[in-house]
């Protein structure tokens, strides 16, 4: 018996190139190990540049969208296809006839997976643009940072990836399992603006009950609790502190050496800034290595916070095969992990494109 690709070996993909959560998805969908065309426009060398590493898994094909004949190749691509990917906004796929409707009038069981920030409908789905802006109408962005201070973009994190490709691949898996019952595909409207709220559903439902401020850092998970935030060492680095449950804190301060009669009420708002205070001036006095040392076999919630560089040598990471060499690039290993169909070592991305005809040909 061969070695499995993953769970989803098998399933067929035609991935219309974009940005973003589109390709993520796509390669989530490879790393699991579906068969992922992605097609794109003549002379785009988005799969070549800086974001090789994304396009992993998965074979290149050109077409002009503006040529009759070369859209009809695509649609005789996607004829043998179980899913279909596009990331444009609302009204493009079909401009070029590549829409829903299109699409199922040829081959009705294609799981058609749209991907956007505002969504296929509003006021703002024909609008420009990027995680920092669907994160921010959201509410998530206007949560995260310290009090007082502007709030801070988490990278492009959880709108483009979190709220965005993570969901679709949510949905197109779900529509998948659902078409084993119906025989039919449908559209999955994936907006990122959705995923966030849904990913930020805890809070809202704390602020729903009064028990979360609209001001910024003054929650029990937005650095308004002393032991929920991070301390520079000696050394110029950082710990993470998440010692939230009450035994966790007992050992926190164990750990620090701080004597609980001295200090104030663990939940005590009033006496945050001390706590912060006393947190850091001790983790000022060690280096990161050293805390790291106390800490490491301690159940007190405090890690190290790794850079990008230090995160590749993380004998965690390591341990688990967290992160693979794929051509010469180290990167994160597909995930989840599954028992009895394990995903291969991703393939490398391609170095030049495959002729459409020879695609399952």
Known sequence: MSASRGPLEGIRVVELASIGPGPHAGMMLADLGADVVRVQRPGDRSGFGPMRAQMRGRRFVAADFKDPAAVEEVLGLIDKADVLIEGFRPGVAERLGLGPEQVHARNPRVVYGRMTGWGQEGPRSARAGHDINYIGLTGALHGIGRKG??????????????????????????????????????????????????????????????????????????????????????????MAVGAFEPQFFAELLRVLELDPESLPQQMDPAGQEILRKTFTDKFASKTQAQWCALFDEVDACVTPVRSWTDAAEDEHLHARGSLVDVDGIRQPAPAPRFSRTPAAVPAPAPTDLTPISEVWS
Do not use: C
């Open 149 to 238: 201070e502007r709030p801070v973009p988490p990278i492009n994190l959880l709108g483009d990836y979190g709220g965005g490709s993570v969901f679709l691949v949510l949905g197109i898996m779900a529509a998948l399992l659902e078409r084993q019952r119906s025989g039919q595909g449908q559209v999955v409207d994936a907006a990122m603006v959705d995923g966030v709220l849904t990913l930020a559903h805890s809070i809202w439902s704390l602020h729903q009950g009064g028990h979360w401020s609209d001001e910024r850092g003054t929650n029990l998970l937005d650095t308004g609790m002393a032991w929920y935030d991070t301390y520079s060492t000696a050394d110029g680095k950082h």
